[in-house]
């Protein structure tokens, strides 16, 4: 059996188009002056510090803040170099999905960073998308479809949509597409290992 990588997310270099993948969850973009934020709001403090290592690596700054529900916020600042993706990803006010558009390893894991999540069983992981944006899920499932790996649309009506992932043959190029955990124990209880592995890594 060849042993898996955990690499792909280090595959090309970093680049803030990298952080589409946080608008593919539930990120937001806002231009003020010709230079735009991006900011995504976390549950937990592992994928607050994981996004804002991406954004570093990405040559940009991050900034982040407290919610008054025990939440964190970690953004961009207002800077030109994240215009771009205002661009794509903003018709007027409205999040939509560039045409065509295909996230990369490192898009893949700062969506899962902001939204991954692992169902009680164990072998299927979601990728959660914006509730509040419900015109990006069908783009959404094709763009990932078109990276390789074909989901399943779930909980559109719902609070919480998102892409599941299941069957080792997906889990296992998802996990090769955005890399190690973080170094944090609570990273690794949510992070996707196909099949049996998980038993191996406890």
């Not at 549950?43 to 900034?63: F, N, Q, S, V």
């Not at 490192?106 to 999540?117: E, I, T």
């Not at 299941?166 to 609570?186: F, K």
Request: glycine share 8%; aromatic share 6%.
């Amino acid at each position: 059996m060849s042993q898996l990588s955990f690499f792909g997310a280090e595959l090309g270099p970093p680049a803030v188009a990298d952080l589409s993948g946080l608008l593919a969850a539930h990120g937001t973009v806002v231009v003020r002056d010709l230079r735009a934020r991006v900011s995504v709001t976390v549950e937990d403090l592992w994928r607050a510090d994981a996004i804002a290592h991406l954004m570093t690596e990405a040559g940009l700054d991050p900034e982040f803040a407290d919610t008054d529900d025990g939440r964190t916020t970690v953004s961009t600042q207002f800077v030109a170099e994240t215009m771009p993706l205002a661009s794509q990803w903003m018709h007027g006010i409205t999040k939509t999905v560039p045409y065509e558009w295909v996230p990369s390893s490192r898009a893949q894991r700062a969506w899962f960073l902001a939204s991954g999540r692992k169902e009680l069983d164990g072998e299927r992981y979601v990728l959660g998308l914006d509730p509040q944006t419900p015109d990006t899920h069908a783009p959404l499932a094709e763009a990932f479809l078109r990276a390789g790996i074909a989901p399943t649309l779930i909980g559109t009506r719902g609070p919480s949509p998102g892409l599941r992932v299941s069957g080792r043959r997906r889990l296992t190029r998802l996990v090769e597409n955005i890399g190690a955990p973080p170094d944090d124990p609570r990273a690794r209880e949510v992070w996707p290992y196909p099949g049996p592995m998980e038993h191996h890594t406890r």
